[in-house]
């Protein structure tokens, strides 16, 4: 090959070379909304992000907000995404009024729910068995007043007629602190809670049962797209719809870690890592 062939070549190479950074880098940077104080939203959020990051190829900023400013910046297209929609009935205000204005990619947790948890070894099957237990002490463990488990466990004090029950607010913190303290010596407790929650990956725990419906049926957890999303970054959005947890377990996996002092963006990319299986699975395309 004489001289000027192989500087050719060598210039065709340069080029390809450089036209394939150049789409790389061409990729739109992608924002997605989650909640701070909810753990299941951090995890998926990073775990979702990671998997955007490593295998699609688009740089990713996640923004912590709250619940209703995430719902309006998808709608707005301030956004581009977001994984932490209750539906239909937690979220079902915010979905009445940007329905239209936003993409449903589907569920990415199936059976997310509220109700009162005890641990596995207590002998209650259902809230109206509090009324009959008095290992209880008449005490129900909530978390911050006027969230939507509270109210609903007020509700089911009444409705259940559990008279001389107290629903003892507090903090979702000081709630797992006080169930931890119950389950290491092996004593009855009931608290609001809901899944996906890392307490579930930690301790051996179930919902009572709920014969009248207080707490209402079984919830998703939807990803929930801008209306430019497909065409600003169709991967992902292929993504999104192929994006779901298995189980509690599976997402318990990256809640636990994190509630253990792990960071969620290092808990989130050591997940992706030790499974590589259900990360082919949401990218197939």
């Not at 979702?48 to 912590?64: D, N, P």
């Not at 400013?69 to 709608?75: F, K, L, R, S, T």
């Not at 089911?156 to 303290?181: C, F, H, N, P, V």
């Not at 209402?216 to 192929?242: D, H, M, Q, W, Y």
């Amino acid at each position: 090959m004489n001289m000027r062939k192989m500087l050719g070549a060598a210039a065709a190479l340069v080029l390809a070379t450089s036209s394939t950074l150049a789409s790389a880098d061409s990729k739109p940077e992608l924002s997605i909304g989650y909640v701070d104080g909810w753990s299941d939203s951090v995890a998926t959020t990073n775990v979702a992000a990671q998997v955007i990051e490593q295998k699609l190829g688009y740089k990713v900023k996640l923004q912590a907000v709250a619940t209703g400013i995430m719902w309006q910046g998808v709608a707005t297209g301030k956004l581009d995404a977001m994984l932490s929609a209750w539906l239909p009935v937690t979220h079902g205000e915010y979905w009445t009024k940007n329905k239209d204005k936003v993409v449903d990619y589907g569920p990415n947790f199936k059976d997310a729910k509220i109700g009162l948890i005890v641990p596995e070894y207590v002998t209650a099957k259902s809230v109206a068995d509090l009324k009959t237990d008095t290992s209880f002490k008449n005490k129900i463990v909530g978390i911050d007043a006027g969230s939507g488990v509270m109210l609903k466990t007020d509700q089911a004090i009444k409705d259940y007629d559990l008279t001389g029950y107290k629903l003892q607010a507090s903090s979702g913190a000081a709630m797992t602190a006080e169930l931890g303290r119950a389950y290491d010596k092996h004593e009855s407790i009931a608290v609001t809670g809901w899944v996906p929650h890392w307490m579930f990956a930690k301790w051996k725990l179930r919902f009572l049962d709920d014969p009248k419906g207080v707490y209402g049926a079984a919830e998703t957890v939807n990803s929930i797209g801008s209306k430019e999303l497909a065409t600003k970054a169709p991967e992902v959005a292929t993504f999104l719809k192929n994006f779901h947890w298995n189980s509690k377990d599976e997402i318990g996996e990256v809640m636990l870690a994190i509630q253990d002092g792990a960071k969620p963006e290092a808990a989130a990319k050591d997940w992706v890592a030790k499974h590589p299986d259900r990360v082919a699975e949401w990218t197939a395309k």
